[in-house]
């Protein structure tokens, strides 16, 4: 335990979503590999608005996804959901 009696935790941990890294996995998969800035404007194109930093936030688990979100992801990535959150389709 650290002063305050908090105890720290491992990024695992801390993680806020399940899918950040198959996100990650997916964009760098993606055919001619897709850049987050480019991530982020297929999903504007779906009217989803996240910038580059925010999907680097989520690549690292550190922002929650929200469930209109992941399928935006899923459709810009042309991948299932349900590989996005680890369930074999």
């Not at 720290?8 to 850049?35: D, E, H, M, Y």
């Not at 404007?41 to 936030?57: C, E, M, Q, S």
């Not at 399928?71 to 042309?78: M, S, T």
Request: proline share 3%; hydrophobic share 45%; glycine share 8%.
């Amino acid at each position: 335990m650290s002063s305050g009696g908090i105890r720290k935790k491992n990024a695992r941990t801390l993680a806020k979503n399940l899918v950040g890294s198959r996100i990650r996995l997916a964009r760098q998969n993606f055919p001619g590999c897709l850049t987050q800035d480019q991530l982020s404007g297929r999903l504007a194109a779906h009217n989803i608005l996240i910038d580059r930093p925010a999907i680097t936030k989520i690549e690292l688990g550190l922002r929650h996804v929200y469930d209109f979100e992941l399928v935006a992801f899923a459709v810009a990535l042309k991948v299932d959901v349900r590989w996005l959150l680890g369930i074999d389709p």
